[in-house]
């Protein structure tokens, strides 16, 4: 009788273990998705204000409104910005994996990982050397190199943005 109730209650350790078990996976599971969601929230709220960057520069090339150093403090920002992108896109982001918030994050961004982190770079890159070009307050080569950024956002978004 003894040895019936230690097996007893030696399953239901093992029940209860398993149940554990279970339920840590389910709140792990629940946390990733959170902190998934929390990624790409973050993501697009830095989108954003590299979008509001590019109309500060395209104010100040089109509107004459504001100063170079208003383009150029913009295009540090679009350059510290860009060089934080690959961070934004962590595995299980894109619009094939996410609905809640809705992503427009193509899956090539993880099939191509190099060429995404390159076009992110080029970004990063072709817009600190539009804060360089700012300095000198010339609107004509800072029209010009605005375009090479603008270039360099509509590679990325063709290629690894879906329009939502």
Aim: aromatic share 6%; proline share 2%.
């Amino acid at each position: 009788m003894v040895k019936e109730i230690s097996m007893n209650q030696d399953r239901l350790v093992q029940r209860g273990f398993i149940a554990l078990v279970a339920i840590g996976g389910l709140l792990g599971f629940a946390a990733l998705a959170a902190d998934v969601a929390a990624t790409v929230k973050e993501r697009q709220a830095v989108m954003k204000e590299m979008g509001g960057k590019t109309g500060v520069i395209n104010a100040y090339i089109k509107e004459s409104k504001g100063t170079a150093a208003d383009v150029e403090a913009a295009a540090k920002t679009i350059s510290a910005d860009a060089g934080k992108i690959p961070t934004f896109f962590p595995e299980g982001s894109g619009l094939d994996k996410i609905k809640d918030p809705v992503t427009g994050a193509k899956p090539e961004i993880w099939t191509d990982r190099a060429k995404f982190e390159a076009a992110a770079k080029t970004l990063a890159d072709e817009a600190a050397k539009l804060a360089d070009v700012a300095k000198s307050g010339n609107k004509d080569e800072i029209a010009a190199q605005f375009g090479k950024v603008g270039a360099a956002c509509g590679t990325c978004h063709t290629s690894f943005r879906q329009k939502i």
